[in-house]
């Protein structure tokens, strides 16, 4: 969503006709998950002014691309929306090069401004929301925004109240993105999720090519350390965050949630054993510790002694990162960024 973001709203405010294209089902190896999305602008601007038609973001990574952008483009003079599949039994995906072994289906149609404002300041604020929308029959592109309370923040006119409802209820009881059944008819719950946020205690040299990459992957990324002269800005130049405080105190003012990854980096018991303190019986879904196995036993006796659980204590990844066989601060990053996507991912990476 952040990646077409910027672009998107920029195409709107030169009045350009806008499409979205976003993938709704995927099958066998296609390269893009539910969710992804891909922005089309028509060849001309408010002004009158020609051009090449504009696309932003990618639905298969290359494979069908040109195809969706054709049918964006007739979906926008028609006004309607259009449900497209390919797949390598289909002579188009052939055609057009999805021959890697998937297949998906992709959701096309005029972009709502109104439901899209709505959706912009949410992903801007980093902000959870859902919107269900129907896939086909006669209310095909109706759709219904909800926040994370569950109130509706836009809906299409042509919902009844009884749908409305059916519509809430699928929301309220889906984990995921993904196309449900409602009655005889399919709809599409898209998941506008907050942005991950990595917390790094320790402006160490392994941080700094760890925010970097962090931040080209999509994480929010915070810096806590009461050293001064390590975190900073210098060093630091695009973290959202940089606290001095001990972690003990930035934890809770920084805020420790599902979207929240720790990654302990200092050494200094000083501070890293306030962050583990603080973070381990906090709900979050990664807590990595830089160490060794002789310094980390040593860990367990001083967070056993602060009256830490064994169950709790379990939870710390270390040594972070998954075995690569890294030396260089560039490849520690790597190796720990790994790790924490794998997480993010849902996949099952051991503890060490």
């Known amino acids: 969503m952040l990646d077409i973001l910027n672009t998107m709203n920029r195409w709107l405010a030169e009045e350009r006709s806008v499409a979205l294209a976003t993938v709704v089902k995927t099958w066998g190896s296609a390269p893009r998950r539910e969710g992804s999305k891909m922005g089309v602008a028509s060849q001309s601007d408010g002004v009158g002014r020609q051009g090449a038609p504009a696309m932003i973001g990618s639905v298969s990574g290359g494979c069908v691309e040109g195809a969706v952008v054709e049918e964006a ?3 926008m003079k028609r006004g309607k929306a259009r449900l497209l599949k390919f797949g390598v039994a289909d002579d188009m995906a052939w055609e057009v090069g999805l021959t890697c072994g998937g297949s998906i289906e992709v959701f096309v149609e005029p972009l709502d401004s109104l439901w899209w404002d709505a959706l912009a300041e949410l992903a801007y604020n980093d902000n959870f929301g859902v919107t ?3 896939m086909d029959g006669a209310l095909i592109g109706e759709k219904v925004l909800l926040d994370a309370a569950g109130e509706v923040l836009y809906r299409t006119d042509s919902l009844d109240e009884n749908i409305l409802a059916e519509m809430k209820a699928i929301a309220a009881s889906s984990r995921k993105s993904g196309i449900v059944t409602l009655g005889e008819t399919r709809v599409m719950v898209d998941m506008q999720v907050e942005r991950p946020h990595l917390i790094l205690i320790g402006g160490v040299h392994v941080a700094i ?4 990459m962090a931040t080209q992957v999509g994480f929010r990324v915070s810096i806590v ?6 975190a900073s800005r210098e060093r630091f130049p695009d973290v959202a965050n940089i606290s001095h405080a001990y972690p003990d105190k930035a934890l809770p003012a920084l805020g420790l949630d599902r979207s929240t990854y720790l990654a302990v980096l200092t050494h200094d018991p000083k501070i890293d054993d306030k962050a583990l303190i603080t973070a381990l019986p906090a709900d979050i879904p990664y807590i990595g510790v830089l160490s060794s ?9 001083r967070l056993k002694e602060a009256g830490l659980s064994d169950e709790l204590i379990k939870r710390i990844r270390t040594p972070i990162g998954i075995e690569i066989g890294s030396s260089s601060p560039e490849e520690i990053a790597v190796s720990i960024l790994a790790e924490i996507i794998a997480v993010r991912n849902g996949l ?3 503890t060490h």
């Open 73 to 75: 483009l007739a979906g």
């Open 132 to 134: 269900v929308t129907f």
């Open 209 to 212: 090519p760890l925010h970097r």
């Open 225 to 230: 350390d009461p050293r001064a002269a390590f």
């Open 293 to 301: 196995g002789r310094t980390h036993r040593q860990r367990v006796a």
């Open 348 to 350: 099952r990476v051991d």
